[in-house]
């Protein structure tokens, strides 16, 4: 699969020349964004325990808010945008009319996750909504009806982060020690809700040894003792990528771990896929670390390359994104103020760099390819164009 | 008396495997061994950053040995004569930070009592609708000193000696929250 340059009517897509195009304050701090597919919306999360719709023309920001009782930072919607979706720190999986004049949620499960829903994604026909969050379980819905059609378990930790791979036949989801399991989202796929796991497989039977050529062999040292047989398998898992430890750590001055994928992107042909979050840090409960964003090789199974800012500037990578044009974008916020990055294809450092206004707590790319959009902790929903602002009359 | 294996194995389940589970598990066995006072530590709320993220491990960590110990305490009667306090010297900001995070905050907090001395159930005093101000009936660390002495049939009015210099037990301009105590 390659990767769709953008429309031809589109501005020169120029990242070095990316310039605010649009500041726009909504009533409290921005958690969250999701550009609408149809370009019509941004959906931003705000700390007034909802969403609200900014429309892209009329500048008019709509709240969505009722069903939720706490902070909603997980934002995504149906292929053709129509039915937005939003999973909140309640547990909370609500769909909602995206476009309708006084948006009313259209199906609420009240229990879709114990705690946090951290993330979700929407499989690419549309079909299916994952599910993650601190019970560390990854569910799978039914778009449609609202059914849950799996429920994979096998993380021991948080999952912060789940992601459809571009072909759909992937699930992968990151925990708090950035361990990243790919789950298989087939309608066949066993997960542990659908049925119990299975009984582990027997050994392969192992052709008795031929007396003759027993005694002919030399004298061996006494056989080791026999390995502890295999785990059993974890319904619906396909398999596990290596640990991400780059972003994890567990702080001994706290005693607390911290981590996670606080970000996921994949690239458009699903070679790449990019975790971003915390890297070296030296003190978890005032955030002191470096933004990172970890590139997996896919197909190796292994990491490309740690993608991280030339000079080190605490923070945390809170948004990824792989750009049309074949180039990442990550955001970093925390101490030392907010960043737009942007690296090529499996280079450790950046070609360019924006400083930002504020710290950016999300990120999400127009589908035209043209623009990012931020959703900044000082109240402001700011979008930035990729392309060579206008000489100022 | 330290030693938790003497313990039973359900009672060590009960309790959980962290340290700070452990360390309730001793002090029932301290407090059923008649020592005076207990302290048991259970530190790091210092959150700037990603507040909810560690609370919610720490809080966690802190609720089922602390509900094991409670409950035990007044399983074996102890709660009669044993005041629990759970306190922090300060609380969290009210607003959350641009990280997620809550510093400090010292104009309002909670804290809690039971056991020994106590009114059950009682709720004393209020802040306004966002917790960054004291509304009705502002107390500080002087009263709740007293209270607790008090609570535990310490005469807090009065004085003790060192090297033959008086000092006040409790703070003379400050009394106890009388409604608070049984």
């Known amino acids: ?393 | 008396m330290f030693d938790l294996q003497r313990e039973s194995e359900a009672d060590r389940q009960r309790y959980g495997t962290s340290e700070f589970g452990n360390h309730c598990l001793m002090a029932r066995r301290l407090l059923e061994h008649d020592v005076p006072f207990v302290q048991i530590n259970h530190s790091n709320y210092d959150t700037h950053h990603e507040n909810f993220d560690f609370h919610i491990e720490q809080l966690g960590e802190f609720d089922q040995p602390f509900a094991m110990l409670v409950d035990d305490l007044h399983q074996r009667g102890l709660l009669q004569d044993t005041l629990v306090c759970v306190m922090s010297e300060f609380g969290r900001t009210p607003r959350v930070n641009t990280r997620y995070g809550r510093d400090h905050w010292g104009k309002a907090w909670s804290i809690a009592m039971g056991g020994c001395g106590i009114q059950p159930g009682a709720v004393i005093g209020a802040t306004n609708a966002n917790g960054t101000e004291v509304t009705d009936r502002v107390v500080d660390h002087g009263h709740v000193f007293h209270t607790i002495l008090q609570a535990v049939g310490v005469d807090s009015s009065g004085e003790f000696d060192i090297a033959g210099r008086k000092y006040p037990i409790g703070d003379p301009a400050k009394g106890p929250i009388g409604e608070l105590l049984a």
């Open chain 1, 1 to 393: 699969m390659t990767e769709t340059p953008p429309a031809e009517a589109s501005p020169a897509i120029a990242p070095e020349q990316t310039h605010v195009l649009l500041e726009q304050a909504l009533p409290s701090p921005l958690t969250a964004c999701y550009w609408e597919p149809k370009n019509r919306f941004i959906l931003v999360g705000t700390e007034e325990y909802g969403i609200r719709r900014f429309h892209l023309e009329t500048k008019e920001s709509v709240p969505m808010i009722g069903p939720h009782d706490s902070w909603v930072r997980a934002i995504g919607s149906s292929p053709d945008g129509e039915v937005t979706y939003t999973g909140g720190y309640d547990g909370r999986l609500v769909w909602w009319p995206t476009a309708a004049e006084n948006p009313e949620p259209i199906r609420v499960i009240p229990d879709a996750h114990q705690g946090w829903i951290r993330a979700l994604a929407v499989s690419p026909d549309g079909s299916r909504i994952a599910t993650c969050g601190n019970d560390k379980m990854v569910r799978l819905w039914d778009s449609q009806s609202g059914e849950m059609l799996k429920c994979f378990q096998g993380h021991q930790w948080h999952v912060y982060n789940v992601i459809f791979s571009p072909a759909g036949d992937a699930l992968i989801a990151c925990d708090l020690h950035g361990f990243v399991k790919v789950w298989d989202p087939s309608p066949n796929a066993a997960s542990a809700a659908a049925e119990a796991a299975p009984a582990a497989p027997a050994d392969p039977p192992v052709a008795p040894a031929d007396p003759a050529a027993v005694a002919a062999a030399p004298a061996e040292p006494a056989p080791a003792e026999p390995a502890a047989p295999p785990p059993p398998p974890v319904p619906g898992l396909l398999r596990e990528l290596p640990q991400l430890e780059a972003l994890f750590k567990y702080d001994t001055g706290f005693r607390a771990d911290i981590g996670g994928a606080r970000c996921i992107a994949f690239s458009a042909d699903g070679s790449r896929l990019a975790i971003g979050g915390v890297t070296n840090v030296t003190n978890a409960f005032a955030g002191v670390g470096d933004a990172a964003i970890v590139l997996v090789n896919m197909a190796e199974n292994k990491v490309a390359v740690q993608m991280s800012p030339k000079e080190k500037v605490q923070g945390t990578a809170w948004g990824v994104a792989r750009h049309p044009a074949g180039f990442w974008i990550g955001l970093a916020a925390g101490g030392g103020g907010g960043w737009l990055y942007f690296w090529k294809d499996d280079q450790a450092e950046e070609f360019f760099k924006l400083k930002l206004k504020s710290d950016g707590r999300g990120m999400c790319v127009s589908p035209d390819g043209t623009r990012v959009a931020v959703a900044h902790a000082d109240k402001n929903l700011r979008i930035y164009g990729l392309f060579a602002a206008p000489p100022a009359s």
